[in-house]
């Protein structure tokens, strides 16, 4: 099998899929290494750790730098955060800073990408949220999550709801789960 060089890293989103437009995505983002630095769970119940609660918080705040985005379900667990995003309205690609100039060829799909409305936030959201777990370790620069993140067009009510009943059920489901890292 051969793997791609990290400058050509198959990407994991839908081909030609503009993620500023209106609807719901899944999204989950792990840690680095997928470490259990964000807490951890106990009889079903989900414990943050201060950094897990920093996580919680630069999440909820998403919608304020992001008017027309929505939170709707999430669940920081201990090494990832799972939620769902509603873009309420049109998110045009201009919000985001102009680059280049007019005779220039169309900037390439995975900079046009980073243009739209889920990946900046959510690029935003972990540079923010590393930021504030590294100024409470004292560990500048030193990675908190994996590279990219999963995300998933949630496409009708009926997938909607059973994302939402995912979600709710992770911490309990948290002994089963492969990324599962007992507590130590």
Known sequence: MMVPSRGHRRSLRVPGYDYSQPGAYFVTICTHGKDALLGKVVDGTVHLSEAGQIVQACWEELPTRY?????????????????????AVEAAHSQA??????????????VQRRRMLLPRAVGYFKR???????QLRG???????QRNYYE?????????????EYIA??????????????WT
């Open 128 to 134: 923010n949220a590393a930021k504030r777990i590294n």
């Open 152 to 164: 998933r067009v949630i496409r009708n009510e009926r997938e909607l709801a059973a994302v939402r």
């Open 97 to 110: 800073p102009a680059v280049g100039a007019i005779h220039e060829l169309p900037l390439p799909q995975h």
């Open 169 to 182: 059920l992770n911490p309990l489901q948290w002994e089963l789960d492969p990324e599962h890292v007992a």
């Open 67 to 87: 008017p027309e985005m929505v939170l709707d379900a999430f669940v920081v667990m201990p090494n990832h955060l799972h939620g769902i995003v509603v873009i």
């Open 139 to 145: 560990t500048p620069g030193v990675p908190v999550w």
